[in-house]
């Protein structure tokens, strides 16, 4: 089984509704985060969370939140799905501040028609 | 701005050696990273470097110039499962990750 596990794996849906995508993980690790990828641009950050009561935006929160449960456990949402956020989201771990190496997900495939 | 530069897309044959270059400017640097990225699939380390120099981990090989704000992954003896895209990685002054867009290598035979 997968270390970082996300779900669901694929999902299309319709402007408007509301989606949540859920990451737990196994690692032991405090450090969780949020990321998209798109084609032709890296990865860019949506949110992380460094414990259970600190949560932070990265650099393109707009239009999404998050809820870290417990420290397993981290979910994305998208409250008003629009067709930009058509792309692949990852969940990733880290150890701690110095460790630097990410352990992600598998990726959920969303797209918003 | 924060810039991480890298190539597109490059080609190589099977068994021969391949240089990616990377090129950054950030606000800090707290290390270099490179991952790998197979096509529909999650990104995983390859190296790390946050001293000037090259990091050698089997076929795999990482340079760093934190002067030149320039680093290389070089890629030996090359396999068609080495196809994927790498990912270059900084990490800033205040320890987030600015990520390039990656370049895939394709792997001819």
């Known amino acids: 089984d997968a270390d970082v596990t996300q779900t669901p794996r694929n999902r299309i849906t319709k402007t408007g509704k509301r989606i949540m995508l859920e990451c737990s993980q196994t690692k032991g690790h405090d450090r969780m985060y949020w990321y998209r990828q798109d084609p032709g641009l890296g990865l860019r950050l949506i949110y992380y969370?460094?414990?259970?009561?600190?949560?932070n935006k990265g650099e393109i929160s707009d239009g999404y939140s998050v809820s870290r449960q417990a420290q397993a456990k981290f979910s994305l949402s998208l409250e008003s799905a629009i067709p930009n956020q058509t792309a692949l989201y990852f969940c990733a771990t880290s150890a701690n501040r110095e460790a630097g190496e990410l352990f992600f997900g598998e990726g959920s495939r969303l797209t918003v028609l | 701005g924060q810039n991480i530069d890298q190539p597109t897309e490059m080609t190589a044959t099977e068994g021969a050696i391949v240089q990616i270059n990377c090129t950054y400017q950030?606000?800090?640097?707290?290390?270099l990273f490179w991952y790998q990225q197979h096509a529909g699939e999650a990104p995983t380390f390859l190296s790390y470097n946050v001293l000037d120099g090259l990091e050698e981990k089997g076929r795999f090989s990482s340079f760093l110039s934190r002067s030149k704000g320039y680093s290389y992954l070089l890629l030996k003896e090359l396999q068609m499962k080495d196809s994927a895209s790498y990912l270059c990685a900084v990490r800033d002054s205040n320890y987030q990750l600015i990520w390039g867009a990656g370049t895939k290598l394709i792997i001819k035979p």
């Open positions: 969370s460094f414990d259970v009561k600190d949560i």
């Open positions: 950030t606000s800090g640097f707290n290390g």
